[in-house]
């Protein structure tokens, strides 16, 4: 009996990616930017019952701004095309 010869092929992609449990880049960095989208709308609610209207708008612009980058990372290389398009 001989002993099997070692393995020369690299493994294939599906046994190199990451385990599940643990978030990507683009995901993580896309929870901050919800964060940063709920933050900006709370502040904004603060900014409109103080009747700021200046600083409630550029905080809503600021949320959608993050939401939209945060959509962007979660389409990914492939579904950016589609999202720009809608």
Same mark, same amino acid.
């Given at each position: 009996?001989?002993?099997?010869?070692?393995?020369?092929?690299?493994?294939?992609?599906?046994?190199?990616?990451?385990?599940?449990?643990?978030?990507?880049?683009n995901?993580?960095?896309?929870?901050?930017? +919800?964060?940063? @989208?709920?933050?900006?709308?709370?502040? =904004?609610? *603060? &900014?409109?019952m %103080?009747?700021? +209207?200046?600083? @409630?708008?550029?905080?809503?612009?600021? =949320?959608g *701004? &993050?939401?939209? %980058?945060?959509?962007?990372?979660? @389409?990914?290389?492939?579904?950016?095309?589609?999202?720009?398009a809608?």
């Amino acid at each position: 009996m001989s002993t099997p010869e070692p393995m020369t092929t690299p493994a294939p992609a599906a046994s190199r990616r990451r385990p599940r449990g643990r978030l990507g880049r683009n995901e993580r960095m896309a929870l901050r930017l +919800d964060d940063i @989208a709920v933050q900006s709308e709370r502040d =904004a609610a *603060a &900014a409109v019952m %103080a009747h700021d +209207d200046v600083t @409630a708008r550029e905080l809503l612009e600021r =949320a959608g *701004a &993050a939401r939209k %980058a945060a959509s962007l990372l979660r @389409a990914g290389p492939t579904g950016v095309r589609d999202l720009l398009a809608s």
